[in-house]
């Protein structure tokens, strides 16, 4: 029932117990204890019924509880502290001084301890990461932090005191925008994110699709262009060689010769560079002819993208619809493509939004 609450709410009692088949002793048995501990209140006045009978929906109290979500890369670690609904009250960032899977655990308690000053108190700890992770606590594999099955969840519970989910970074983004996003309310949705990789998550009928594959970056490996440049693994063209911000950054440099980051190489785009606005018109086709392959195999309500890297589909918003166009049947549905900000607190908030699942789903704190 808090679960309902939380995602859906506002919402009137009829509404909670059609949904969860409930009878109306249960869902008063039910919501007494969460409306005495301040976590549920009722909220407003509506009618319903053929009797218009005043009734107060309820809402969930964000700031009855306070989670953390911290992202990790492999030079930096990023934290946010939210409420109940990951609406972002703190945020801080520190430079890892090292790799070393003990010395990443100290810097994450000291960032949660700083962070945790600004809340009364913190309910859970949620860390998001590029790789491999397997039961949302041993890292099976972080290629740019250089782990191989770390057991890195135990090792945060143990140095901080806090209930901790580790997970794959897209994943968490992804479950974001479910729960409080541009997916909310969907029944099925993809996420694209780009960055220094490419990443896919999709919902389905209130779902995650995810198995312990969904850290390898797997759709970085699909064919955009033949006579594309190489990735790392050797693959021609692939979407990690085409729209990944390094590769896009090194494009544009080796043209202008001299080395650049992608937020110069976007600038210049932006300017009228023609060497920045070919690479990034280039880029472009091909995000566009990933959207169109995602939105022909999966038939999404709603493509989400995001990543530090999306700026990409502002730029090139032109040559985006170009290569839509390119691999998309003119007589399907025109989509609905969606861009957040790009900013890493989204990446963030996605790691909190894992923490927050994990309590209100578990069978002993289900009751919030």
């Known amino acids: 029932m808090a679960l309902e609450v939380l995602i859906h709410g506002p919402i009137s009692r009829s509404d909670i117990a059609r ?17 005495q501990s301040g976590v549920l209140v009722e909220t407003g006045e509506l009618s319903e019924g053929r009797a218009g009978r005043p009734s107060r929906p309820l809402d969930v109290v964000p700031g009855s509880r306070h989670f953390l979500g911290m992202k990790l890369t492999g030079e930096e670690l990023l934290g946010v502290v939210t409420d109940l609904r990951a609406n972002v009250l703190d945020s801080s960032s520190v430079v890892l001084p090292s790799r070393d899977p ?15 000053r600004s809340v009364a108190s913190i309910t859970a700890l949620g860390v998001g990461l590029g790789g491999r992770v397997d039961r949302r606590s041993v890292v099976l594999s972080a290629p740019f932090l250089e782990w191989t099955d770390v057991r890195f969840g135990e090792m945060l519970e143990r140095r901080t005191g806090l209930r901790t989910v580790v997970e794959n970074d897209v994943d968490a983004f992804t479950e974001y925008e479910h729960w409080f996003g541009s997916g909310r309310g969907l029944d099925r949705f993809a996420v694209l994110t780009l960055g220094v990789g490419i990443g896919y998550g999709a919902v389905l009928h209130d779902r995650l699709l995810s198995n312990r594959d969904s850290g390898l970056g797997l759709v970085g490996h699909w064919p955009l262009d033949p006579y594309g440049p190489l990735c790392p693994q050797g693959h021609r063209g692939c ?3 085409v729209l990944a911000s390094p590769a896009i950054a090194q494009a544009i440099g080796t043209a ?6 992608f937020d110069e190489a976007c600038r210049l785009a932006e300017a009228g560079d023609p060497i920045a606005r070919r690479v990034m018109d280039d880029a472009g086709r091909g995000l566009g002819r990933l959207i169109a392959a995602v939105g022909n195999l999966t038939l999404p309500d709603r493509i989400v993208l995001g990543g530090e890297g999306v700026r990409l589909a502002s730029i090139a918003r032109a040559a985006v619809e170009e290569g839509i166009a390119i691999d998309r049947d003119p007589r399907a549905t025109r989509l609905d493509i969606v861009a957040t900000s790009g900013d890493n607190i989204e990446w963030c908030r996605g790691a909190a939004v894992i923490a927050i699942q994990d309590f209100v789903l578990d069978s002993t704190a289900g009751r919030l």
């Open 19 to 35: 949904r969860l088949n409930l009878s109306a002793g249960s869902l008063s048995r039910l919501s007494a204890g969460l409306l």
């Open 102 to 116: 003990e010395s990443v655990v100290e810097t994450v308690a000291r960032l949660a301890e700083r962070l945790s």
């Open 239 to 241: 979407a990690r060689s």
């Open 256 to 261: 202008l010769g001299r080395p650049i980051d």
